[in-house]
């Protein structure tokens, strides 16, 4: 199945854009509770859109990650994005941040080089297509998960 919404993805997925059904948009305080008040939001969407527990699972540890990552490597301001594709039932997820920080945040800086890094492996591994673009002012993180019923 794919699942394709944003531009520049890699050319294993196809490159139509279908029409999306809106969850809607949370802007996120840029702290690492970020990730559990992102998953808080994303549970009562999926449990709208009467998202499998499976597929929800996927999507919940898909935003933790893309939002974790936001808090230890970019700049505020931090907001959620969610959206479904209507006809395949795919979820789109959209983390968008102020770009790059200076510096990793506590718990990235005080990890040695095995304890983080692995986000990206897991969001390959629950997605469809991932992957991030740059506009003005911000860069956005964005991942599509199948959550066909």
């Known amino acids: 199945m794919t699942c394709?919404?944003?531009p520049y993805i890699s050319p294993r997925h196809a490159t139509t854009r279908r029409p999306q059904a809106s969850g809607g948009a949370w802007p996120l305080a840029?702290?690492?509770?970020?990730?559990?008040?992102?998953?808080?939001?994303?549970?009562?969407?999926?449990t709208q859109w009467?998202?499998?527990e499976e597929a929800a699972d996927s999507v919940l540890l898909t935003v933790s990650e893309l939002v974790t990552n936001a808090v230890e490597h970019a700049q505020p301001p931090l907001n959620l994005?969610?959206?479904?594709?209507?006809g395949t039932r795919c979820v789109h997820i959209e983390i968008s941040d102020g770009g790059p920080?200076?510096?990793d945040?506590?718990?990235?800086?005080?990890?040695?080089r095995?304890?983080?890094?692995?986000?990206?492996?897991?969001?390959?591994?629950?997605t469809a297509a991932h992957g991030d673009r740059q506009?003005?002012?911000?860069?956005?993180?964005?991942a599509d998960v199948d959550a066909r019923a």
């Open 135 to 142: 506009e003005p002012g911000h860069v956005i993180h964005w």
């Open 81 to 86: 994005d969610l959206s479904r594709d209507p």
């Open 30 to 46: 840029h702290r690492p509770e970020a990730a559990g008040e992102a998953r808080r939001i994303t549970k009562r969407v999926l």
């Open 105 to 112: 945040g506590d718990w990235a800086a005080s990890c040695t």
């Open 50 to 52: 009467r998202v499998a």
């Open 114 to 126: 095995g304890e983080h890094g692995r986000g990206l492996d897991i969001i390959d591994q629950l």
């Open 4 to 6: 394709i919404y944003a």
């Open 101 to 103: 920080a200076a510096s």
